[in-house]
T-cell receptor
Framework: GQQVMQIPQYQHVQEGEDFTTYCNSS?????IQWYKQRPGGHPVFLIQ?????GVKKQKRLTFQFGEAKKNSSLHITATQTTDVGTYFC???????????FGTGTRLQVTL | DAGVIQSPRHEVTEMGQEVTLRCKPI?????LFWYRQTMMRGLELLIY????????DSGMPEDRFSAKMPNASFSTLKIQPSEPRDSAVYFC????????????FGDGTRLSIL
C-alpha cells in the first residue's frame, strides 16, 4: 500500500533557528496537503500543493512539491514558540477522497 | 460556523464494554472520515464515507469495530467488545465535494480502556 514517510521524527530548535521537515511518498501523488497539530489538539489544514515543482509561502513557512510529485518539504524560517506542534504531510492519489497521512514531524521550540 | 463536533471528548471504560463515538460533520460536507491516533502507529484512517456510503473500510482493525452513517449529519464508530489496545484518540473529519478540498477535524475523543 501507499506509504508516506517524514523525516525527522522529532526536532528541537531554539527560537530563531530554521526548521525543515521532509515528506516522501512511495507513489506519485496528485496533490499534497500539510496539516499542523498543536499538543493536545487536532490536525489543522495549512496548505495544499498541486503543481509539480510548486512552491507556496505563508509568512515564515515555505512549502515545496517535488518535480516528480513524490516528495515535499516544509521550511520554517526563524521559528517561534507558536510553531510548536506536529507537522503532517498528507498525499492524495488521483481523484480519490482518501488522504494518506505521513508519519509526522514533532517540532519543539525553546527560548 | 460550527466545525466538526465529536462526543464524548473523553471516555474511560472497562474492557469488554461497548463504546460508541459520535460525530456531526460540517453541514454541506459530503465526505466523512474516522481516524485513530496513537504514539506507536500515528494517524491511521479507519473508514471513510462519501454521501453516507462507506467507501473504504480497509483500515478498520477487526470485526469489533463498526461504523455507520445513517444520514448526512451524523456518524458513529462503535467498538464491541472494547480492549485495552483500543485506547487512543479517535478523530472524525469531514470535507466538501472535490478531491482537492481540505479535511476539517473535530476535537477528537480520547478513549481509555482499562
Amino acid at each position: 500500500g501507499q506509504q508516506v514517510m517524514q523525516i525527522p521524527q522529532y526536532q528541537h530548535v531554539q527560537e530563531g533557528e530554521d526548521f525543515t521537515t521532509y515528506c516522501n511518498s512511495s507513489t506519485t501523488l496528485s496533490n499534497i496537503q500539510w496539516y499542523k497539530q498543536r499538543p493536545g489538539g487536532h490536525p489543522v489544514f495549512l496548505i495544499q500543493l498541486v503543481k509539480s515543482g510548486g512552491v507556496k509561502k505563508q509568512k515564515r513557512l515555505t512549502f515545496q512539491f517535488g518535480e516528480a510529485k513524490k516528495n515535499s518539504s516544509l521550511h520554517i524560517t526563524a521559528t517561534q514558540t507558536t510553531d510548536v506542534g506536529t507537522y503532517f504531510c498528507a498525499g492524495l492519489r488521483g481523484t480519490a477522497s482518501k488522504l494518506t497521512f505521513g508519519t509526522g514531524t514533532r517540532l519543539q521550540v525553546t527560548l | 460556523d460550527a466545525g466538526v463536533i465529536q462526543s464524548p471528548r473523553h471516555e474511560v471504560t472497562e474492557m469488554g464494554q461497548e463504546v460508541t463515538l459520535r460525530c456531526k460533520p460540517i453541514s454541506g460536507h459530503n465526505s466523512l472520515f474516522w481516524y485513530r491516533q496513537t504514539m506507536m502507529r500515528g494517524l491511521e484512517l479507519l473508514i471513510y464515507f462519501n454521501n453516507n456510503v462507506p467507501i473504504d473500510d480497509s483500515g478498520m482493525p477487526e470485526d469489533r469495530f463498526s461504523a455507520k452513517m445513517p444520514n448526512a449529519s451524523f456518524s458513529t464508530l462503535k467498538i464491541q467488545p472494547s480492549e485495552p489496545r483500543d485506547s487512543a484518540v479517535y478523530f472524525c473529519a469531514s470535507k466538501a465535494v472535490g478531491g482537492n478540498q481540505p479535511q476539517h477535524f473535530g476535537d477528537g475523543t480520547r478513549l481509555s480502556i482499562l
